[in-house]
């Protein structure tokens, strides 16, 4: 059943990130007179579909291999590879007909599609649930051991990353990479001190799962019903600082020592308002006394109709930003970050394994800016690879000839197959270890 709920999530989600992407360039061709040959959802190979009908005088299909889609436009050369058209005389409701300016529209026409898109379901999102997330202004960090190597510590509180001052906390380690981080400035205790980061461990910071945990003091919230310390005498807001004089600072250091007193009494220091007390408290077989813990400050943000708007485009923007560093990262080989692309398997990983609307429509999002930065690289194939052509174009005056264009294409096409052929590899590898 969990496979079925990812598959129907990722079909459903390239589905209409195709389509949008897809009705960009139809849109704006059909704008300026340009006949749409075919619109596909998936490719047809060899003529084949699932089901095809005709409006308009373009074919629109789906084909049966699952893969993508495309939207043939007459007179262009591009995945169709189709060069007899390109034989015959230009007719004025030709791609190729048409001003380079109108033809650069056609073409950037997806691209602008998905962020379009992306903004849409972002005000979406911040219309119906808003915004919410665990602020870094006083949080403290539970480093794994990569980050214990790299210098960090139990309870810092990282304050900058060279001259950036994070605010979410959750997004601590993907700022740390994707920003070519030199120095981390730092309160340890009462201390403010810089942190110098090796950048030769940028690479496994990609890699290294929960680099920092939300460090949490040991607060108690409230005392279960079936706790042995029911009768403790342990009230919410008591903050428990050692057991049998062991000091336990955070969560984190509560569970070592606490591991070691398993069907013990301990003697509990706890600090309530301006007093401190020393209460005795039953530890389980499972190293725990029975209470639950207050949880981290979570700032919440509302929107009305009209604020979602600026909020959509802004949640669009850093989304584009952060996938524009990662891309950075995919340069520099050193870091390893070529081994996290991923093919649609890894996009399925991503999708929850039930239906979660929010959940869902944040992927969408992120997907959809994916695709149009994506396209716009400047590979021959590629959106980003005509852009790039028809720039060339206006800026010379001098129009590529139908040979150097197939040429590029050809590039580019090989270039794409090499590129799913690393992310479906990286995917298999990720499965068997």
Known sequence: MVALVKTL????????????????????ARIFGIKVDKFYLFFD???????????????????????GGYCKIAGMIDESMDLEQMKKDPQPWEFRSKPAWQRLLVMAGGVLNNFIF??????????????????????????????????????????????????????????????????ATLLRDSDTLTLYIDQSYIGQVLNSPLMFDLALPFIVDSVRFDSPNASAGLMAGDRITAFNGAGVGYIQDAREVLAGLRLQTALATVVRGADTLAL????????????????????RLQYSFLESIPAGVKLTGETM???????????????????SVGSFIAIGQVFPAVWDWYRFLSILALLSVMLGIMNLLPIPALDGGHIIITIYEMITRRKPGDRFLVVTQMIGMVLLLALMVLALGNDIARLIH
């Open 280 to 299: 005795p408290v039953q530890v389980d077989s499972a190293g725990q006394i029975g209470v639950f813990l207050r949880s981290p400050r979570v700032e």
């Open 9 to 28: 999530q990722v079909i459903l989600a390239l589905s209409l990130l195709i389509i949008v992407h897809e009705l960009g360039h139809f849109l704006w």
């Open 45 to 67: 190979v060899r003529g084949k579909a699932i089901a095809r009908w005709h409006w308009g005088g373009t074919e629109f299909g789906i084909g049966w291999v699952p893969f």
């Open 118 to 183: 992306a903004v849409l379901v972002y005000c979406l999102i911040a219309g119906i649930w808003g915004q919410a997330y665990i602020s870094n202004e006083d949080a403290r960090i539970a480093p794994n051991e990569l980050a214990q190597e790299m210098g960090f510590r139990l309870g810092d509180h990282i304050i900058a990353f060279d001259d950036y001052e994070p605010q979410d906390f959750s997004m601590l380690q993907a700022d740390l990479a994707r920003r070519n981080v030199r120095t």
């Open 321 to 339: 930003g952060g996938y524009i560093r990662d891309l950075g990262l995919l340069m520099r080989p050193s870091t390893g970050a070529y081994k």
